[in-house]
């Protein structure tokens, strides 16, 4: 370190300290400097104009100083006390940043998320405000730490006095808990969520439990199968034998889409002028399973409910295109976004991200219309592919990269720059609330061509598949509302806007016509309270399939349908 310092131009300085003064110091930097977010929140629910207020505060102050010292005696010993004191000045400086600025808060599922991202998506979160806050509230204070010398005592001295301050921290802490006990129970039962806030130990926590479930999964076996009683119905294979048509779903998983921008749900811009041309229906009333993709993504194909789900072992269970799959349905999923986390671990798969399209594609990424590139060409590779499926129906997944964020304006193509001007710097918070909508809306825009473009398609292939499209996003997206930005939020913490999403059905009259689904009935259930829930028996519905997995009240096509014609 001496000589890396020297190096650096700087000449030996006279600092010096002892372990146990230099572990307080850094315990009581942190909780003042990096834990903005955690006391703006607290300080939100205590009153400092009474003494038991103060005092509280004043005692919350002392806790977290002393746990922290706490758990950095812990890790003292002389080899690795600098570089720990470094990281963890480093590590809080980074939570602390994305805590204030975005109302980011790190739990298990963001950091799967973060684990489960591309490195392209990852680098548009990282801009100079970011590198800044680092350096200064992070680096620096590090480099004061690498400066600094440490005195230490012969061994049994230095480790005597090391225990006697772990002890007195540790008792200050337990005492000063217990003093407050009454208002603790009384706030922490209330505000479950402020222990979530507190930085670094959460995020370490989360990182720890993230690990741990992730090494659980593994020790647990092999996948379960699920549905392996799944096939297509009798009267939907008449019905379908009558018309002699393939059946072609497509479902669109959605990114970052908020309902309450999408002009078909009632938004005052016009965001969805081709969709609203189109003829479908736009269930304005349905909720997320999560507020992250990580976490969304695989619950919208999972037969489990939200209540019942948990991202922990949820991938110990096949999933609907498995049960798809067992039936004799072909099924394809096509990305433009990161990966299908996991649920199309046994089905097809195909990345469009990187495809050279001198049009829709840059170096980085391409438009979402990538997802319609020789798609029918696709379609019959796939079936092909499959001679042992029984009829060539087809399920065909399309993830867009729809509106991720932050950088909205990368979403969209030159002809989408409708609503202007528009924020096109990566930090949101940066950028004024007006200009942040517009660049968001105009995402927005084009994900209304998009799938616009994909009923164009499936019109196209009429002669071949009836056809029926289901869009829903995974999850919403905080545009400065409340000082929020971005997604992620826990759940039951979690705004509006990071889980109402939009889910918009189209349905070609072939399909009608073959199966008597209703659209007229489908239109008068729009404000019907749905969630990701309904996907699963939904999709299984429209392919007639029968199963033990599949729940008939939660298929949101079911109610409508009327008679099956036959010939
Ligand atoms: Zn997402």
């Known amino acids: 370190m001496k000589r890396f310092i020297r190096g650096i131009g700087v000449s030996d300085i006279n600092l010096n300290i002892s372990a146990p003064a230099l572990l307080w110091f850094c315990a009581l930097y942190i909780v003042l400097v990096d834990n903005q977010y955690f006391w703006t929140a607290l300080l939100k629910l205590v009153d400092l104009s009474t003494w038991s207020g103060v005092s509280f505060g004043l005692g919350i102050f002392a806790i977290l100083t002393c746990i922290f ?46 684990v489960e991202t591309d490195y392209k998506e990852a680098s548009e979160l990282i801009g100079f405000s970011l590198l800044f806050h680092i350096a200064l509230f992070g680096l620096l204070p590090a480099l004061v730490i690498g400066l600094v010398k440490v005195r230490y005592r012969p061994f049994v001295k230095e480790s005597l006095i090391r225990l006697l301050s772990l002890l007195v921290a540790a008792f200050l802490a337990a005492f000063l808990i217990w003093a407050n006990y009454k208002n603790f129970v009384l706030i922490g039962r209330e505000h479950r ?10 995020p370490l926590y989360e990182a720890y439990k993230f690990t741990k479930s992730q090494y ?62 189109d003829n ?68 097809s798969f195909e990345d469009v991200s990187n495809l050279p399209d001198p049009k829709l594609c840059s170096t980085a990424e391409c438009f979402d219309e990538i997802l319609l590139h020789q798609l029918q060409e696709k379609l019959q590779e796939t079936i092909q592919k499959n001679p042992q499926k029984n009829n060539g129906d087809i399920f065909l997944v399309l993830h867009q990269k729809g509106s991720h964020g932050p950088a909205y304006f990368k979403r969209y193509p030159e002809a989408f720059r409708r609503f202007t001007p528009e924020c096109t710097d990566g930090a949101p918070q940066n ?26 398609f499936l019109k196209g292939v009429s002669g071949e598949y009836n056809a029926v499209m289901l869009y829903a996003s995974d999850h919403g997206e905080s545009l400065g509302e409340n000082g929020l930005y971005l997604h992620g939020l826990p759940y039951a913490l979690s705004p509006d806007e990071q889980r109402h999403v939009p889910m918009i059905a189209w349905v070609s009259n072939g399909y009608s016509a073959s199966f008597g689904l209703d659209q007229q009935c489908l239109k008068k259930h729009y404000n019907q309270p749905y969630s990701h829930d309904n996907i699963f028996h939904s999709m299984l519905g429209l392919f007639g399939v029968q199963t033990n997995q599949y729940k008939q009240d939660h298929d949101i096509f079911r109610q409508c349908v009327t008679t099956i014609k036959s010939k």
């Open 216 to 277: 659980f999964i593994t020790a647990k076996g092999p996948v379960q199968a699920i549905g392996l009683d799944a096939h297509q119905g009798a009267q939907y294979l008449q019905a379908r034998a009558a018309d002699g048509k393939k059946t072609l779903v497509v479902l669109v998983v959605g990114e970052t889409a908020r309902a309450k921008d999408f002009s078909l749900n009632g938004y005052a811009r016009e965001t969805n002028p081709e969709l609203s041309r």
């Open 193 to 202: 969520e402020l222990r979530l806030f507190v930085n670094p130990t959460s």
């Open 431 to 456: 950028c004024q609330k007006e200009t942040l909508l517009n660049a968001y809306d105009n995402s927005i825009l084009y994900t209304d061509h998009f799938l616009h473009q994909t009923i164009g």
């Open 69 to 114: 010292s706490v758990i950095f005696h812990t890790f003292s010993a002389k080899i690795i006390l600098k570089p720990m004191l470094m990281l963890m000045l480093i590590l809080s400086a980074s939570v602390g940043y994305f805590q204030t600025k975005y109302g980011v808060i790190v739990d298990k599922s963001m950091i799967q998320n973060v």
């Open 280 to 347: 479908v229906i736009s269930f304005n009333n349905t909720y997320s399973c999560g507020t992250s993709t990580a976490e969304s993504v695989p619950c919208m194909f999972s037969h489990f409910d939200r209540v019942d789900y948990s991202s922990s072992d949820a991938g110990q269970y096949e999933n609907l295109l498995d049960v798809l799959s067992h039936s004799g349905v072909n099924v394809l999923w096509r990305d433009n976004n990161s990966g299908c986390k996991g649920v199309c671990e046994r089905t």
